[in-house]
Nanobody, 122 residues
Framework: VQLQASGGGLVQAGDSLRLSCAAS????????MGWFRQAPGKEREFLAA????????YYGDSMKGRFTIYRENARNTVYLLMDNLKPEDTAVYYC????????????????WGQGTLVTVSS
């Protein structure tokens, strides 16, 4: 599986931004596609994930209400819509695929996109 992440950029606090992660290669029903972020000096943080087979969504506790994950089947693409962005959301955002179904732990992910930088100015 290859992943292509895109959509990052420089935005102002309060803006919205949509990240994309396009998957190529076989994606099985049990696979999880997730979004994480990593700020300088911090660990990779789970944001949201979606189960490929039935579209079940999972969110990190601090993301509920501001971030939305959804899929466009025709494009094999998962999106992360981020609303009301804050300066503390500044980080490199990564999408990944987890074959094990553990979902919340970055170490269980087998494939990663290249990361896309989101910078939120105050």
């Amino acid at each position: 599986v290859q992943l292509q992440a895109s959509g990052g950029g420089l935005v102002q606090a309060g803006d919205s931004l949509r990240l994309s992660c396009a998957a190529s290669g076989p994606m099985f029903r049990t696979y999880i596609m997730g979004w994480f972020r990593q700020a300088p000096g911090k660990e990779r943080e789970f944001l949201a994930a979606l189960k490929w087979g039935d579209g079940t969504t999972y969110y990190g506790d601090s993301m509920k209400g501001r971030f939305t994950i959804y899929r466009e089947n025709a494009r094999n693409t998962v999106y992360l819509l981020m609303d009301n962005l804050k300066p503390e959301d500044t980080a490199v955002y990564y999408c990944g695929v987890d074959r094990s179904g553990r979902t919340y732990y970055s170490e269980s992910y087998d494939y990663w996109g290249q990361g896309t930088l989101v910078t939120v100015s105050s």
